[in-house]
């Protein structure tokens, strides 16, 4: 069964940092392009970031220098790091692992940027 967890949403303020993380379970998780995308309220789901098996990552132009992907195959747990947070930035991020032709999601974290 595959399961994905995200942790570490919350409310912050603009300049602010938050890291969010995201636990993978049933997915051979060191084998997987792990990425993280995004919502806003009324906008389409919008890709981040995203990182390869072997640990190449890319970025959304939006988030290009402020944020950064990370994974730690041990752990099976990939990695957000926001920093220079921006009232855009308010979302709920979604953790997605890209198995074979297959997008599994998980439940969604909030992150609002509010002073």
């Known amino acids: 069964q595959v399961q994905l967890v995200e942790s570490g949403g919350g409310l912050v303020q603009p300049g602010g940092s938050l890291r969010l993380s995201c636990a993978g379970s049933g997915i051979n998780f060191s084998l997987r392009t792990m990425g993280w995308y995004r919502q806003a309220p009324g906008k389409q789901r919008e890709l981040v970031a995203s990182?390869?098996?072997?640990?190449?990552?890319s970025y959304a132009d939006s988030v290009k220098g402020r944020f950064t992907i990370s994974r730690d195959n041990a752990k099976s747990t990939v990695s957000l790091q926001m920093n220079s947070l921006r009232i855009e930035d308010t979302a709920v991020y979604y953790c997605?692992?890209?198995?074979?032709?297959?997008?599994?999601w998980g439940q969604g974290t909030q992150v609002t940027v509010s002073s």
């Open positions: 990182i390869t098996a072997w640990g190449s990552s």
């Open positions: 997605t692992a890209y198995v074979d032709l297959l997008q599994f």
